[in-house]
């Protein structure tokens, strides 16, 4: 199995997290940095250890329990830990479409993304999910977030609150319902129990609170019904992260970014992983950001890389061989991240 990693922002803790973490899961597979060389080896030498690593050039055969790197196009001066700038951006870019390409290629089973920064990016880069998806013409992924308890599917990303609440549908809500059930069984989890969070207080509350929840989620839910899904709601969001907590249901979905991620930090900050649905490849990334006011420092907690990183082990094996509900090994330290 191998499992590339993106390096994300350099001015970040990116690769300080990653070089941290890979020690622990060397043995479960061929890891494959992909970073630039400068902002690899000064984060080595601080954060290396007594970690061994060879340069990687395509079609090297696997070899588990091995670290490679793969270097990348390096854009404007050498980085300064924690001051991101267009450059820095750009070079997580680099790092990110030469792993994306080796996935779509076949070189990488999986593929783990640490953190970079849209704003330095800039351009129309909105996020790794929809860059990801645009690179594999795949026209509707799903940002999801695992943790330990259940799971959050995000109807809707990084966009305004204004656009979100316009842009939803029967249809995208009937196919969101649908996408989750097919990718959800790809990793051997036959028909979860999925629950559709309400957009409006108390579901609209018969349509005092708004109207959306009556004529758009609950008619989705009765189609996915008919269908063969076992798929409830809406039901009111106040109280429906705390039952999925609990057990009662396997699956989220959120109409809106914040809505679903609110509960997730909450409930699992350092043991949830973010995990592309729709993909032709395993992606997975650490739910947390760029943290460029503590990179280089040693302090960033690791807990998010490696659960990320174990999720990718654990859903590229269930993709090739369909097997019980995936449950990673959780990771909770404290520290910030």
Known sequence: MRIGIS??????????????????????????????????????????GALKWVPYTPRMPEAPGTFRVAFVEEWGPPTETGVASPATGQRALSALSAASRAALDGEIDGLVTAPLSKQWVGGNF????????????????????FTPTFKVVLATTHVSLRESIASLSIDRYTALLTLIAKELERYGMARPRIAVAALNPHAGEGGMFGSEDDEILRPAVRLAQESGLDVSGPHSADSLYHRAHSGEFDVVVAPYHDQGLIPVKLIAPRSSAN?????????TSPDHGTAFEIAGQGVADTGGMETAMRWALDLVRRSSAGRSEPKAVPVDRAGDS
Do not use: C, Q
């Not at 995990?275 to 992606?283: E, S």
């Open 7 to 48: 390096a994300g922002d350099p001015a970040g803790i990116g690769l300080e997290v990653t070089l941290r973490s890979i020690p622990s899961l060397l043995s479960e597979a061929t890891w494959i940095l992909y970073a630039p060389r400068s902002d690899f080896d000064a984060n080595f030498k601080r954060f290396g």
């Open 275 to 283: 995990v592309t649905l729709g993909l032709p490849y395993v992606r």
């Open 126 to 145: 909105r996020g790794h999910t929809e860059y990801l998806a645009d690179r594999a013409g795949v026209r509707m992924p799903a940002m999801s977030f």
